[in-house]
């Protein structure tokens, strides 16, 4: 069962970004997926230094590709990214300190955040890569 189920609305119409941004889904459901099988436990270190990674990377291409776009957007963006990072890893140390029923309260923030993102952050670079197409 999937938590967030792809839709052509999360699309921003850069491929190479859309196929990162499904991956990020793709982890949310895995966690999702765990949480219901009651295997938080064996799954949540181990994916959330996966996301950590996995958003790094994804994050460096966004930002170098508005940085070479010269994106007017690029600060905001940046900013949001940021509080992500943060955020994702004072979750990872908790984890990592052996804090406990963390799963579903970061099954929401990721899926309330990435959501939020997409549509409303991201969206607005691939309106802007669509009209500097034109002209
Ligand atoms: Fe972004």
Do not use: C
Request: overall charge negative; proline content about 1%; aromatic content about 10%.
């Amino acid at each position: 069962m999937e938590l967030i189920k792809w839709r052509s609305a999360y699309e921003t119409g850069l491929g190479m970004f859309d196929e990162e941004h499904k991956i990020l889904v793709g982890m949310i459901n895995r966690l999702y997926g765990a949480l219901r099988e009651g295997k938080e436990d064996q799954v949540l270190r181990s994916l959330l230094e996966e996301l950590v990674g996995y958003t790094r990377d994804h994050f460096a291409h966004e930002e170098e590709w508005m940085e070479r776009k010269q994106y007017p957007d690029i600060e905001q963006h940046r900013f949001e990214h940021n509080s992500f990072r943060s955020t994702i890893k004072d979750l990872n140390r908790m984890v990592n300190q052996g804090v406990e029923g963390l799963g579903r309260p970061l099954l929401q923030m990721l899926r309330d955040w990435l959501l939020h993102h997409i549509q409303e952050v991201d969206a607005k670079y691939g309106q802007f890569a669509r009209e500097s197409e034109l002209g």
